[in-house]
């Protein structure tokens, strides 16, 4: 059997949010910085409604990875990929080292070693290169003849999209879910932590510390 270790990226494994970083890096771009007032006016409605309790957390986290995409619409392939690289180069400063340490002695120790986020799939493996991941779940970019592709909607993995994403990945391979890990920070990663019989909450938030204290979960 297969024990795996499944680690979250916004929060746990990158200590702080890939969004707002995305958002910073639009606005001082040297060449698309132009692009950032129609984003951010976009974004707005969404985010308010979201505020203001008219419109669910996951269909604003959904609306603003399309919006943002939008921003960067007529980009290649390879000119997205540089965007990402110049974003990876202001967040690796901000990697946990504990969640880091814990990554490379999981892929020592034999362990399947996955990561699952609501963050831009490209931008993951850019973001990972030279960690020990055997498996890499984000959201896929669409792309047609080789530029981004805005005709296509955006799946958004997030909640309980992550357990379906997971469980795809994994069929057809017997899994020993007791001894396997999971790592996040958020309460809406609650139901991946469920999945394993070593959870480990990294940084929570309030409500995930709450479960986690109630539950012996490890907290780093």
Do not use: C
């Not at 494994?13 to 890939?18: F, G, Q, S």
């Not at 669910?56 to 290649?76: N, V, W």
């Not at 362990?111 to 831009?120: D, E, F, N, P, T």
């Amino acid at each position: 059997m297969m024990r795996v270790a499944i680690v979250d990226f916004d929060g746990t494994l990158y200590a702080k949010e890939t969004f707002q970083i995305l958002m910073d890096h639009l606005k001082e771009h040297p060449v698309y910085h132009n692009r950032y007032n129609r984003f951010f006016r976009s974004i707005l409605p969404p985010y308010i409604g979201h505020k203001m309790k008219i419109y669910p957390k996951h269909k604003m986290r959904e609306r603003s990875m399309q919006i943002y995409l939008d921003a960067l619409k007529d980009l290649s392939v390879e000119e997205m990929d540089t965007y990402f690289r110049e974003v990876v180069a202001k967040m690796q400063a901000d990697f946990n080292p504990d969640v880091v340490s814990k990554v490379k002695q999981h892929a020592a120790d034999g362990v399947h070693v996955m990561l699952v986020s609501g963050a831009y799939t490209p931008l993951l493996h850019i973001a990972v290169d030279g960690l020990p991941f055997d498996k890499i779940i984000g959201t896929n970019i669409p792309v047609k003849n080789s530029v981004i592709d805005l005709k296509t909607p955006l799946l958004h993995v997030q909640g309980t999209g992550k357990n379906e994403q997971i469980e795809t990945a994994l069929a057809n391979k017997e899994i020993d879910w007791a001894n396997s890990f999971a790592y996040g920070d958020s309460y809406s990663d609650l139901s991946v932590l469920d999945l394993v019989g070593n959870p480990v909450a990294v940084q929570p938030e309030d409500q995930l510390k709450a479960v986690a204290k109630k539950r012996n979960w490890i907290i780093i």
